[in-house]
C-alpha cells in the first residue's frame, strides 16, 4: 500500500466537451470526491468539423491545438489516452502516479483519435483494449483517478 502526503496536481486535456448531462453529472460528482486528494485541471479543445473526405485534415488541426497546449508540461507527466496503450490494474495506477510525484497530464482525444503527430511524441495509456466515446473516458478516468488517490491514502475505496 502506498502513502503520500502531497495533493495530486493533474491535468486532463480533452477534445470537445461533454454534452451528456447524466456523464457530466458523474464526473462532477468524482471531481468533488478528488478534492481533498487532487488537484485537476480540464482544459477543452475546439473539436475540429469533418467530414468523409477531410478526416485526416480534422485530425491534423486537432492534433496541432493538442500539441500547442502540452508544450507546456513536461513529456514525462503525459500519457494519451488510447485503446492500444499500456494497461495497468488500479493498484499499479496509483503506483505510476505516485512514482510522478502525484504528477500527471492526461490527454483524451475527439471522435477521430489522435493524430500520427501526437501519437508518436507521447506514452499511451489505455482504460480498456475496447474505444469508448470521449465523454465515457473521461467518467473512467476520473474515476480511476479517484481511486488511485484511495489507494494511495489508503482509504477504503477499493476492495
Known amino acids: 500500500m502506498l502513502f503520500f502526503w502531497y495533493m495530486l496536481d493533474i491535468a486532463i486535456i480533452a477534445v470537445d466537451r461533454v454534452r451528456n448531462s447524466d456523464l457530466s453529472g458523474a ?11 487532487a488537484s485537476i485541471r480540464m482544459e477543452e479543445v475546439r473539436p475540429e468539423a469533418f467530414g468523409p ?15 500547442k497546449i502540452l508544450g507546456k508540461y513536461h513529456k514525462e507527466s503525459i500519457w494519451l489516452l488510447h485503446e492500444k496503450g499500456q494497461e495497468f490494474t488500479s493498484e499499479d495506477f496509483a503506483k505510476k502516479i505516485g512514482s510522478s510525484n ?7 482525444g475527439g471522435a477521430l483519435g ?9 506514452r499511451q495509456l489505455s ?6 466515446p470521449h465523454e465515457m473516458a473521461r467518467l473512467v478516468l476520473v ?9 494511495m491514502r489508503g482509504k477504503e475505496y477499493h476492495y
Open 143 to 151: 474515476e480511476q483517478i479517484y481511486r488511485a488517490a484511495t489507494i
Open 102 to 108: 502525484g504528477q500527471a497530464v492526461f490527454v483524451i
Open 127 to 132: 482504460l480498456s483494449r475496447m474505444t469508448m
Open 27 to 37: 464526473i462532477a460528482e468524482y471531481l468533488i470526491r478528488l478534492k481533498p486528494y
Open 53 to 67: 473526405g477531410t478526416k485526416e485534415k480534422a485530425k491534423k488541426a486537432e492534433g496541432e491545438r493538442i500539441l
Open 114 to 122: 489522435f493524430s500520427d503527430e501526437v501519437l508518436n511524441r507521447y
